[in-house]
């Protein structure tokens, strides 16, 4: 499964932190809505979403690249630094987790994650309507 989504901490309502989870069966959308943070992946209370949303996000996994599962760093630029976001995404391959805080602000993003945080930014966007 694939976890993803983007956090605001400067922000108030249900829009501020949206994490979604992806499986081969479906699209689930977290309820706590909890900052993630940088020493553990995230744990939510994921409800299932419906079947359209589901359509618009699988595949998704197959964007991720190489270089950010390579990636040992776990914070990616300065996410969510200046109030402008940043972005969650957790790899889970045979029950070992990986995950990643990504800057939102692709000033501060390599050049080969910036294709694949925009694409991030419009699944979300999606998703969240």
Do not use: H
């Not at 744990?43 to 599962?69: C, N, T, V, Y």
């Not at 070992?96 to 080969?112: G, H, T, V």
Request: net charge negative; with cysteine.
């Amino acid at each position: 499964s694939i976890t993803f989504g983007q956090f605001f901490g400067f922000c108030q309502g249900e829009q501020c932190i949206e994490i979604y989870k992806l499986t081969s069966s479906g699209l689930y959308e977290d309820i706590t809505d909890k900052y993630p943070g940088r020493d553990e992946p995230y744990s939510g209370d994921f409800r299932k979403m419906p079947e359209e949303k589901f359509q618009l996000a699988k595949g998704f996994e197959a964007k991720i690249p190489g270089e950010l599962l390579s990636q040992k760093e776990r914070v990616i630029g300065m996410p969510d630094a200046g109030d402008w976001g940043g972005y969650y995404v957790e790899v889970s391959i045979n029950g070992e987790r990986q995950f990643w805080l990504i800057d939102k602000n692709q000033y501060y993003l390599p050049e080969s994650l910036k294709p694949f945080a925009s694409e991030l930014g419009t699944l979300i966007g999606q998703l969240s309507n």
